[in-house]
């Protein structure tokens, strides 16, 4: 069995800071590729940030230059550092990963999401 669980998040103002992490855990032989989304109430899922188990990493442009996402393979993690957030930024945010199981092959999996509010 596997887990995504994310922590981090909560309310900062505007300009602020948050930071947000996303760990996997259970019988993984591998974690492919690992990703941010985030949804708005009353908006659709959208992807913010992607990186593949290679390094490389590719951002949404409403976050480019703002957020930065950091993995690290060893712990099935990663991170994602949000600076200069901004109201439009409120959203619940969600850790995907692609995960090769023990015993089984790869599917996609989803962390319970974690709450960001950028308010004044």
């Known amino acids: 069995q596997v887990q995504l669980v994310e922590s981090g998040g909560g309310l900062a103002q505007p300009g602020g800071s948050l930071r947000v992490s996303c760990a996997a855990s259970g019988s993984i032989v591998s974690v492919n590729a690992m990703s941010w989304y985030r949804q708005a109430p009353g908006k659709e899922r959208e992807l913010i940030a992607d990186?593949?188990?290679?390094?490389?990493?590719q951002y949404a442009d409403s976050v480019k230059g703002r957020f930065t996402l950091s993995r690290d393979n060893a712990k099935k993690m990663i991170d994602l550092q949000m600076n200069n957030l901004q109201p439009e930024d409120t959203a619940v945010y969600y850790c995907r990963a692609n995960i090769w199981v023990v015993g089984g092959s790869a599917d996609d999996y989803w962390g319970q999401g974690t709450q960001v509010i950028v308010s004044s």
């Open positions: 990186s593949t188990r290679y390094g490389a990493v």
